[in-house]
């Protein structure tokens, strides 16, 4: 039997020696991942590594969840939008750090996954929809910050326009199979983009990004 007390401790003792932000870090550590993983995966739930939730998807692996809701640069009272609720474990995390987040799921049986499992968590500051056609949440934009949890060819530009200025786009860019993580931060002089490193996510689907 695993003691999911010392492993959560492990693993954010781990975490912080490669995230600055104590606050995503605190975030992490608040937040109970086994209560976002199937059964089978109950006391793996602190593994620094993604774990299958069904569907073909994954729950990303915590590290690449801290270094992403990191560049977002949030200081607590921002609106965030997510694509790719998954199992909602992300959400939860980026809840605990901004006012209110706004996420998009294209499986309804994982939307309804997530919606529960944030509910019986108590939190209220999320919305879980089923994803359309159009990237997005078009009728909650602006927001700012936009955090991407599948790989896309580009970088959308309907993303882009969801943006408040001065907000944040963190998404992973490049082929079906492997990625590099970008950060845009959308301005009025012009955009700026960074390069956070490889990654590898499940392809972004939808008008802007990969076809099915």
Known sequence: MVDLEAARTRLTKHLSWEITD???????????????????????????????????????????VALMIQALELRGDEKVLELGSG?????????????????????????E????????????????????????????APYDAIIVSAGAPSIPRILLGQLAWGGRLVIPVGSRWQQELMKVTR??????????GACYFVPLLGEGAWKE
């Open 113 to 140: 996954r997530a919606r529960q499992a944030l509910q019986k968590l108590g939190y209220s500051n999320i919305e879980v929809h089923l994803a359309e056609k159009t990237l997005g949440w078009l009728e909650e």
């Open 22 to 64: 104590k606050r995503v870090v605190e975030a992490m550590s608040r937040v109970p991942r086994e209560a976002f993983v199937p059964e089978e995966h109950y006391y793996d739930a602190y593994d620094d590594r993604p774990l299958s939730i069904g569907f073909g998807q994954t729950i990303s692996q915590p590290f690449i």
């Open 87 to 111: 199992s909602g474990y992300e959400a939860a995390v980026l809840a605990e750090v901004a006012s209110r987040v706004v996420t998009t799921e294209l499986i309804a049986g994982l939307v």
């Open 187 to 196: 301005l009025k002089e012009g955009n700026r983009t960074e390069n956070l």
